[in-house]
T-cell receptor, first 113, second 115 residues
Framework: DAKTTQPPSMDCAEGRAANLPCNHS???????VYWYRQIHSQGPQYIIH???NNETNEMASLIITEDRKSSTLILPHATLRDTAVYYC??????????????FGTGTLLAVQP | EPEVTQTPSHQVTQMGQEVILRCVPI?????FYWYRQILGQKVEFLVS????????KSEIFDDQFSVERPDGSNFTLKIRSTKLEDSAMYFC?????????????FGSGTRLTVV
Protein backbone atom coordinates (compact mmCIF):
# COMPACT_ATOMS: atom_id res chain seq x y z
CA ASP A 1 0.00 0.00 0.00
CA ALA A 2 1.01 3.61 -0.58
CA LYS A 3 2.74 5.23 2.39
CA THR A 4 1.41 8.70 1.72
CA THR A 5 -1.78 10.65 2.39
CA GLN A 6 -3.03 13.29 -0.01
CA PRO A 7 -6.29 15.24 -0.24
CA PRO A 8 -8.51 13.73 -2.93
CA SER A 9 -9.05 17.01 -4.76
CA MET A 10 -8.07 20.67 -4.86
CA ASP A 11 -8.94 23.70 -6.94
CA CYS A 12 -6.63 26.46 -8.05
CA ALA A 13 -7.18 29.61 -10.06
CA GLU A 14 -5.25 29.90 -13.30
CA GLY A 15 -2.07 31.92 -12.87
CA ARG A 16 -1.94 31.37 -9.11
CA ALA A 17 0.38 29.05 -7.25
CA ALA A 18 -0.92 25.54 -6.61
CA ASN A 19 0.27 24.03 -3.33
CA LEU A 20 -0.31 20.31 -3.07
CA PRO A 21 0.31 18.73 0.34
CA CYS A 22 1.43 15.22 1.13
CA ASN A 23 1.79 13.48 4.47
CA HIS A 24 4.36 10.71 4.82
CA SER A 25 4.75 10.39 8.57
CA UNK A 26 6.32 6.91 8.42
CA UNK A 27 9.05 7.86 5.96
CA UNK A 28 12.43 6.32 6.71
CA UNK A 29 15.80 7.99 6.41
CA UNK A 30 16.67 6.43 3.06
CA UNK A 31 13.38 7.10 1.35
CA UNK A 32 12.92 9.77 -1.26
CA VAL A 33 9.76 11.74 -1.97
CA TYR A 34 8.72 11.61 -5.62
CA TRP A 35 5.97 13.51 -7.39
CA TYR A 36 4.35 12.33 -10.59
CA ARG A 37 1.23 13.53 -12.35
CA GLN A 38 -1.24 11.94 -14.73
CA ILE A 39 -3.14 14.07 -17.18
CA HIS A 40 -6.45 12.55 -18.27
CA SER A 41 -5.46 8.84 -18.41
CA GLN A 42 -2.14 9.51 -20.12
CA GLY A 43 0.96 7.84 -18.74
CA PRO A 44 2.27 9.25 -15.45
CA GLN A 45 4.83 12.00 -15.84
CA TYR A 46 7.75 12.64 -13.51
CA ILE A 47 7.76 16.08 -11.88
CA ILE A 48 10.37 16.26 -9.14
CA HIS A 49 11.89 14.37 -6.24
CA UNK A 50 13.90 15.06 -3.08
CA UNK A 51 15.39 13.51 0.02
CA UNK A 52 15.50 16.26 2.63
CA ASN A 53 16.47 19.49 0.93
CA ASN A 54 14.03 21.64 -0.96
CA GLU A 55 14.25 21.14 -4.70
CA THR A 56 13.28 23.23 -7.72
CA ASN A 57 13.20 22.50 -11.41
CA GLU A 58 11.53 23.98 -14.44
CA MET A 59 8.20 22.42 -13.56
CA ALA A 60 7.83 22.81 -9.82
CA SER A 61 9.30 23.22 -6.37
CA LEU A 62 9.31 20.63 -3.62
CA ILE A 63 9.32 21.73 -0.01
CA ILE A 64 10.08 19.01 2.54
CA THR A 65 9.59 19.71 6.24
CA GLU A 66 12.57 19.40 8.52
CA ASP A 67 11.22 16.24 10.14
CA ARG A 68 10.47 14.89 6.61
CA LYS A 69 6.99 13.81 7.64
CA SER A 70 5.29 15.95 5.04
CA SER A 71 6.00 17.81 1.84
CA THR A 72 4.38 20.30 -0.51
CA LEU A 73 4.57 20.42 -4.26
CA ILE A 74 4.32 23.95 -5.61
CA LEU A 75 3.35 24.78 -9.16
CA PRO A 76 4.22 28.49 -9.20
CA HIS A 77 1.85 29.66 -11.93
CA ALA A 78 -0.78 27.04 -12.62
CA THR A 79 -2.27 26.81 -16.09
CA LEU A 80 -5.27 24.88 -17.37
CA ARG A 81 -2.86 22.26 -18.71
CA ASP A 82 -1.77 21.51 -15.16
CA THR A 83 -5.18 19.97 -14.41
CA ALA A 84 -4.23 16.41 -13.52
CA VAL A 85 -3.99 13.83 -10.76
CA TYR A 86 -0.82 14.41 -8.74
CA TYR A 87 0.81 11.48 -6.98
CA CYS A 88 3.18 11.75 -4.03
CA UNK A 89 5.25 8.55 -3.75
CA UNK A 90 7.75 7.61 -1.08
CA UNK A 91 10.38 5.15 -2.17
CA UNK A 92 13.79 3.87 -1.17
CA UNK A 93 15.67 3.82 -4.42
CA UNK A 94 19.11 2.29 -4.61
CA UNK A 95 21.21 0.92 -7.38
CA UNK A 96 20.95 -2.73 -8.31
CA UNK A 97 17.24 -3.15 -7.62
CA UNK A 98 14.33 -2.74 -9.95
CA UNK A 99 12.21 -0.64 -7.58
CA UNK A 100 8.63 -0.41 -8.70
CA UNK A 101 6.57 2.71 -8.11
CA UNK A 102 3.57 2.25 -5.83
CA PHE A 103 0.80 4.69 -6.68
CA GLY A 104 -1.87 5.86 -4.31
CA THR A 105 -5.04 7.68 -5.28
CA GLY A 106 -3.37 11.08 -5.58
CA THR A 107 -4.86 14.57 -5.63
CA LEU A 108 -7.00 15.72 -8.51
CA LEU A 109 -5.95 19.32 -9.13
CA ALA A 110 -8.51 21.30 -11.09
CA VAL A 111 -7.18 24.59 -12.41
CA GLN A 112 -10.06 26.99 -12.94
CA PRO A 113 -10.03 29.76 -15.59
CA GLU B 1 12.91 14.50 -25.58
CA PRO B 2 13.10 10.68 -25.82
CA GLU B 3 9.77 8.89 -25.58
CA VAL B 4 8.44 5.47 -24.77
CA THR B 5 6.16 4.40 -27.61
CA GLN B 6 3.26 2.02 -27.11
CA THR B 7 1.16 0.32 -29.77
CA PRO B 8 -1.68 -0.02 -30.39
CA SER B 9 -3.24 2.94 -28.62
CA HIS B 10 -6.54 1.11 -28.38
CA GLN B 11 -7.33 -2.57 -28.81
CA VAL B 12 -10.67 -4.30 -28.65
CA THR B 13 -10.64 -8.06 -28.29
CA GLN B 14 -13.06 -10.84 -27.58
CA MET B 15 -12.93 -12.64 -24.28
CA GLY B 16 -10.64 -15.65 -24.47
CA GLN B 17 -8.47 -14.20 -27.24
CA GLU B 18 -4.76 -13.56 -26.92
CA VAL B 19 -3.45 -10.00 -27.11
CA ILE B 20 0.06 -8.61 -27.38
CA LEU B 21 0.78 -5.09 -26.28
CA ARG B 22 3.97 -3.54 -27.59
CA CYS B 23 6.36 -1.00 -26.17
CA VAL B 24 9.46 0.55 -27.70
CA PRO B 25 11.65 1.66 -24.81
CA ILE B 26 14.06 4.56 -24.85
CA UNK B 27 17.12 3.15 -26.57
CA UNK B 28 19.68 3.08 -23.75
CA UNK B 29 17.26 2.23 -20.94
CA UNK B 30 17.88 -0.99 -19.06
CA UNK B 31 14.86 -1.48 -16.82
CA PHE B 32 11.35 -2.09 -18.11
CA TYR B 33 7.97 -2.20 -16.43
CA TRP B 34 4.32 -2.78 -17.14
CA TYR B 35 1.58 -1.13 -15.14
CA ARG B 36 -2.15 -1.16 -15.60
CA GLN B 37 -4.98 1.13 -14.59
CA ILE B 38 -8.57 -0.03 -14.52
CA LEU B 39 -10.93 2.85 -15.23
CA GLY B 40 -11.31 5.03 -12.15
CA GLN B 41 -8.77 3.06 -10.12
CA LYS B 42 -5.11 3.34 -9.13
CA VAL B 43 -2.14 2.70 -11.36
CA GLU B 44 -1.01 -0.83 -10.42
CA PHE B 45 2.38 -2.47 -10.88
CA LEU B 46 2.38 -5.66 -12.95
CA VAL B 47 5.96 -6.65 -13.67
CA SER B 48 9.53 -5.42 -13.90
CA UNK B 49 12.10 -6.78 -16.36
CA UNK B 50 15.86 -6.48 -16.45
CA UNK B 51 18.64 -8.30 -18.24
CA UNK B 52 16.11 -10.36 -20.21
CA UNK B 53 14.31 -11.75 -17.23
CA UNK B 54 11.54 -10.85 -14.85
CA UNK B 55 12.84 -9.13 -11.73
CA UNK B 56 9.59 -8.83 -9.86
CA LYS B 57 5.91 -9.44 -10.51
CA SER B 58 2.72 -8.63 -8.67
CA GLU B 59 -0.15 -10.91 -7.73
CA ILE B 60 -2.02 -9.62 -10.76
CA PHE B 61 0.66 -11.01 -13.08
CA ASP B 62 -0.53 -14.62 -13.13
CA ASP B 63 0.10 -17.39 -15.64
CA GLN B 64 -2.06 -15.65 -18.23
CA PHE B 65 0.53 -12.88 -18.53
CA SER B 66 4.01 -12.99 -20.01
CA VAL B 67 6.63 -10.48 -21.08
CA GLU B 68 9.59 -10.61 -23.41
CA ARG B 69 11.99 -8.60 -25.54
CA PRO B 70 11.91 -10.74 -28.67
CA ASP B 71 14.29 -8.66 -30.76
CA GLY B 72 16.21 -6.70 -28.17
CA SER B 73 14.21 -3.57 -28.82
CA ASN B 74 10.47 -4.11 -28.41
CA PHE B 75 9.19 -5.02 -24.97
CA THR B 76 5.90 -6.91 -25.12
CA LEU B 77 3.16 -7.89 -22.72
CA LYS B 78 1.09 -10.89 -23.74
CA ILE B 79 -2.22 -11.86 -22.22
CA ARG B 80 -2.96 -15.42 -23.25
CA SER B 81 -6.69 -15.68 -22.72
CA THR B 82 -8.27 -12.34 -21.99
CA LYS B 83 -11.02 -11.87 -19.44
CA LEU B 84 -13.48 -9.04 -19.09
CA GLU B 85 -11.62 -7.82 -16.02
CA ASP B 86 -8.45 -7.35 -18.05
CA SER B 87 -10.04 -4.27 -19.60
CA ALA B 88 -7.76 -1.41 -18.56
CA MET B 89 -5.11 1.05 -19.66
CA TYR B 90 -1.74 -0.65 -19.83
CA PHE B 91 1.34 1.51 -19.42
CA CYS B 92 4.90 0.61 -20.26
CA UNK B 93 7.65 2.42 -18.34
CA UNK B 94 11.39 2.34 -18.80
CA UNK B 95 14.34 3.55 -16.83
CA UNK B 96 18.01 4.08 -17.65
CA UNK B 97 19.20 2.70 -14.34
CA UNK B 98 18.12 2.43 -10.74
CA UNK B 99 19.10 4.96 -8.16
CA UNK B 100 17.31 8.13 -7.22
CA UNK B 101 18.65 10.30 -10.02
CA UNK B 102 17.03 8.18 -12.69
CA UNK B 103 13.38 8.79 -13.38
CA UNK B 104 10.83 6.52 -14.97
CA UNK B 105 9.49 7.41 -18.39
CA PHE B 106 6.01 6.18 -19.13
CA GLY B 107 4.40 5.61 -22.49
CA SER B 108 0.98 6.97 -23.40
CA GLY B 109 -0.64 3.61 -22.81
CA THR B 110 -2.76 1.05 -24.61
CA ARG B 111 -6.44 0.97 -23.82
CA LEU B 112 -7.52 -2.66 -23.84
CA THR B 113 -11.21 -3.38 -24.06
CA VAL B 114 -12.32 -6.99 -23.67
CA VAL B 115 -15.85 -7.70 -24.88
Amino acid sequence: DAKTTQPPSMDCAEGRAANLPCNHSTISGNEYVYWYRQIHSQGPQYIIHGLKNNETNEMASLIITEDRKSSTLILPHATLRDTAVYYCIVQWDYGGATNKLIFGTGTLLAVQP
Amino acid sequence: EPEVTQTPSHQVTQMGQEVILRCVPISNHLYFYWYRQILGQKVEFLVSFYNNEISEKSEIFDDQFSVERPDGSNFTLKIRSTKLEDSAMYFCATRLDTGSVYGYTFGSGTRLTVV
